[in-house]
């Protein structure tokens, strides 16, 4: 395989990524309503710990733990929002 062969091959990847990620977002939107329902607080950090340190502990590499940490803190801040719903972030791209 020559360069773009691999090239086209992380494209699908990133395209698949993306996928999964949206769909993540869409259940914590899902969540916030019936954390809202129940007078929940949005933000758990509990949860949130126990889904970084069974991610980190599942990694096989090469992404180390750090990397694997801050990629889902920041999905998982995103999904806050979304959980919230103070902004409706549809169709953004900033």
Do not use: C
Request: glycine content about 8%; aromatic content about 4%; hydrophobic content about 35%.
């Amino acid at each position: 395989m020559d360069l773009s062969d691999w090239r086209a091959r992380i494209d699908t990847v990133d395209r698949i990524l993306l996928d999964l990620i949206n769909r993540r977002l869409e259940y914590a939107e899902e969540i916030g309503q019936i954390k809202r329902a129940h007078g929940r607080e949005v933000r758990d950090e509990g949860r949130e710990r126990e889904v970084i340190e069974g991610l980190t502990a599942q990694n096989g590499g090469p992404l180390t733990a750090a990397a694997v940490a801050d990629i889902f803190n920041r999905i998982m801040a995103e999904a806050r929002q979304l959980e919230g719903g103070d902004v409706d972030r549809r169709n953004r791209r900033d």
